[in-house]
């Protein structure tokens, strides 16, 4: 059975495995040639490892600009972090995690065939979070474990359809069209992002993040890779003179000079969005017309939810300046919970630059530059200081060094653990089904008034 369960983690949280078999059903059920089912079906699978591939090099290059910060600056505190804080918790939520995370898609479908949020929430690894994070606070709420599974599945598969609900309208603006949502839960920043970019727009024309001007001679700057090598080259140089030669050279680099460590980090950092970039143009090139079989077959009018590097590709200079604004919003946020004496969540910047890239995106398509700024500053304060609110309703897994860091994480955990907390385990039940009827309930549009 344990193996069993394991097969079926190893499976289901694999993205590219995961899509891929999307992809094969969907151009199965158009009766696609066997040529264009085995080119569609390989084509997804090998894209979404490239993306694999480009975010494993981002996060090999930012762990050591973590560390050589927290030294340069002597800060400590909890660091956010998805992987480490589900790694904590699998030894202890393993069985319960994979059940739910199973049963919580097929959840998740049945919500997209008989609702109208016709979402299929397809980022493995944070279906496998979620569900972590749900097993935990069932199980810290009382739940025995045939209720923490159904109550935690119910409302992993409400999470998963939702999420990209919130988003969407901004996706459409961001895209120009209604056949892909964004699977990634942070959806609540990123809508944030949106709204601060609308609220800061002002009556001038928009400015869009790649239409900035450069001077004459810095027009190698519009080229996105050379733009993000630089300046993040600038950014490690500077950390990497405060924390010092010796701590970079006896802990980090082996032995490397400390400033070639630098900037070699920086390159790869430039690499891993530049790899990123290349796996999404193939990924959407054949997932978006594969998945209209099961559309149109199995659940009518259904998006297909994918991770967030897919709208990178929109505003590649807005995925520099939104981790940026992001990260400096986290320190800001750093400053403000040393003052008040509360926890204080050290800004992680793997968290920072992916949530605040797409923050980043989203601002600068309602607001252009100022949207960018602003709606990614704003997500930095947000996954900052929703974990301190979530770390109680955790039970012991909240005095671990690292917690989960995406907003939705921050929202869905304080939701139901709160209930818990103040009204107990009937409470979350009669949410769950509220909810459920609730998005049952039709929509229809308002018909346009006649003159």
Known sequence: MNSFLSTLVDILSQPAILVALIALIGLLLQRKKLSDTIKGTTKTFVGFLVISAGAGILGVALEPFGAMFQEAFNVSGVVPNNEAIVGLALTE???????????????????????????????????????????????????????????????????????????????????????????????????????????????KEVVSTEKINFPQGL???????????????????????????????????????????????????????FIILAGVRLVLAEIVPA???????????????????????????????????????????MVVMAFTGSVIILPGVVPHFFTGAAAGVFGNATGGVRGAILGSFVNGIIISFLPVFLMPVLGDLGFANSTFSDADFGVAGIF???????????????SLVVILVLMAIPYKKKAAAKN
């Open 219 to 273: 027009g190698f700057l519009r080229d996105s890779t050379v733009s993000i090598a630089l300046t993040m080259a600038i950014i490690y140089l500077i950390v990497a003179i405060f924390a010092g030669p010796t701590f970079i050279q006896s802990e980090l680099s082996d032995g490397t000079n400390f400033l070639v460590f630098s900037v070699i980090q920086a390159g790869n950092f430039a690499a891993g969005v």
């Open 291 to 333: 998945f209209q079989g099961i559309s149109t077959k199995l659940v009518p009018n259904s998006k297909p939810a994918l991770d967030v590097p897919i709208v990178f590709t929109y505003a590649p200079n807005a995925v520099l300046i939104g981790f940026f604004s992001s990260f400096v919003g986290g320190l800001v946020s």
């Open 93 to 203: 939520y393993g069985t319960t995690t994979a059940l739910i995370m199973f049963f919580g898609m097929i959840v998740n479908i049945l919500i997209a065939r008989f609702t109208r949020f016709k979402y299929i929430f397809l980022t493995g690894h944070h279906t496998l979070y979620m569900a972590c994070m749900l097993a935990v606070i069932m199980a810290v709420a009382g739940f025995s474990t045939p209720a923490l599974i159904a109550a935690g599945s119910v409302a992993l598969g409400i999470i998963m359809a939702l999420s990209p609900a919130i988003l969407q309208p901004f996706m459409r603006q961001l895209t120009g069209h209604d056949n892909v949502a964004l699977g990634h839960f942070s959806a609540v920043g990123y809508a944030i992002s949106g709204l601060v970019g609308k609220a800061v727009k002002g009556k």
């Open 416 to 430: 139901f653990g709160s209930l818990a907390n103040y009204f107990g385990t009937m409470a979350i039940v009669i």
